[in-house]
């Protein structure tokens, strides 16, 4: 099997499972407690933590484990948002978003805030003068992600973040593509809030951290014995805390050599494509988007059966981001980079990881030239 799947989830590191393997089993300890077994999960933990801070330039303190992206996204969003309703109701976010930020941003709205959600322009970008324009006086949260899952855009997060400060307006980015793929630095970026997953970079499912800057206290929106300083009470999941710190170490200490890899074999697949399928296009931005993704419309097609014919073939692949795969509405993304319905329906997304292999990138080239052309063959808008 070929995967090209790993935006919606990736393999687990055997580094990692073998890391997890102790607190699955002997080690079972609650990591509140006081004698020894407690004490080998606390300090699991707490050198988890240290890992995790590490890849992304954070103190280890300011480091919440959650159970994943979807609740550091709710964590981040509601906590600012309830910390500080008497101070203003208007939060500011991109319509590309990851449904756990504008479902949050959704709700949000219904319970008495007001959110400016800013476009992008054609590539995928968000222009960072309509983030300029949409702060009000009673702007209180901009959530603007790092990374975009579908497309890969990589959005100017410094610059808004500047924005942000210079307004005096917390600023949370959802880093769960961009972390572990691409550089990602808590105090270049200018980010106060960062959601980070754990399955997006060969860890285990279930568990995820939210970065929250020293000093910035925020509502909890999850009430209960005090673990992670309040803000996600619950006894914590200890492997998964140890297979994510571990999963980060290894991100860290090969960032640059995979960068570099994925980035060759990613052009190489893009460039494969369009020079051999005939009106092929790439959504998004050829250069600001993620080393891993590569993001394809072919006219004629439509994005589905080219999905179940390369599963045939053995090779997984995605229309759009997992989560909102299951319904037939057309991407919001692409639609708000200008995509007309019948393209966005002919899009396929491609995402590789560290373990992606030029042999398997030719021959999914070779494979999609089959297929699409099959599909064009029989097709009514061909
Ligand atoms: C996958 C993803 C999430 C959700 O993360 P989970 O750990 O699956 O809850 C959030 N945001 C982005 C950008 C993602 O790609």
């Known amino acids: 099997m070929i995967y090209l799947d790993n935006s919606a989830t990736s393999k687990i590191d055997s580094e990692v499972l073998n890391e997890m393997m102790p607190y699955l089993t002997e080690n079972f300890g609650n990591s509140s407690t ?16 240290i890992k995790v801070a590490s890849l992304i330039g954070a103190n280890p303190k300011e480091i919440y484990f959650t159970s994943g992206g979807t609740e550091s996204d709710n964590i981040a969003i509601k906590g600012v948002a309830y910390s500080l309703k008497n101070k203003g109701n208007h939060i500011i976010t991109s319509i590309i978003e990851h449904p756990a930020v504008l479902e949050t941003c959704k709700y949000l709205e219904k319970n008495g805030f007001s959110i400016t959600y800013v476009p992008v322009q054609n590539d995928g970008i968000i222009n960072i003068s309509e983030v300029k324009r949409a702060i009000t006086p009673s702007t209180i949260l901009i959530t603007i992600m790092h990374a975009n899952s579908e497309i890969g855009t990589i959005q100017p997060i410094e610059e808004i973040g500047k924005i942000a400060k210079e307004n005096g307006i917390y600023f949370h980015t959802d880093a769960v593509q961009s972390v572990g793929k691409i550089p990602v ?3 270049s970026l200018n980010v106060d809030l960062l959601s980070m997953s754990s399955h997006k970079i060969h860890g285990p499912k279930g568990i995820g951290a939210l970065y929250i800057r020293k000093g910035l206290k925020i509502s909890p929106i999850i009430h209960g014995g005090g673990q992670e300083q309040n803000i996600r009470p619950g006894t914590e999941n200890v492997p998964g805390i140890v297979g994510f710190g571990k999963a980060c170490e290894i991100a860290k200490r090969d960032l640059e ?21 005939k009106e092929s296009y790439l959504n998004g931005h050829p250069e600001k988007r993620l080393p891993n993704n590569a993001h394809f419309r072919f006219t004629g097609i439509e994005g589905e059966s080219l999905l179940l014919r390369l599963n045939l073939k053995g090779i997984a692949v995605s229309t759009g981001s997992a989560c909102s795969s299951k319904s037939l509405e057309p991407s919001k993304v692409l639609k708000s980079i200008g995509l007309e ?20 990138v030719q021959q999914v080239i070779l494979e999609l030239v089959e297929v699409v052309e099959k599909l064009r063959n029989i097709s009514a808008l061909w």
């Open 34 to 49: 006081p004698y020894s077994l407690g004490k080998i999960s606390k300090k699991a933990v707490d050198e988890a933590r």
């Open 185 to 187: 630095d808590v105090d």
């Open 257 to 277: 050599k995979n960068m570099v890899q994925m980035t060759f074999l990613r052009d190489e697949l893009i460039k494969g494509v369009l020079q051999n399928i």
């Open 341 to 360: 319905n019948v393209d966005s329906h002919g899009s396929l997304r491609l995402s590789l990881s560290k373990d992606t292999t030029l042999k398997e």
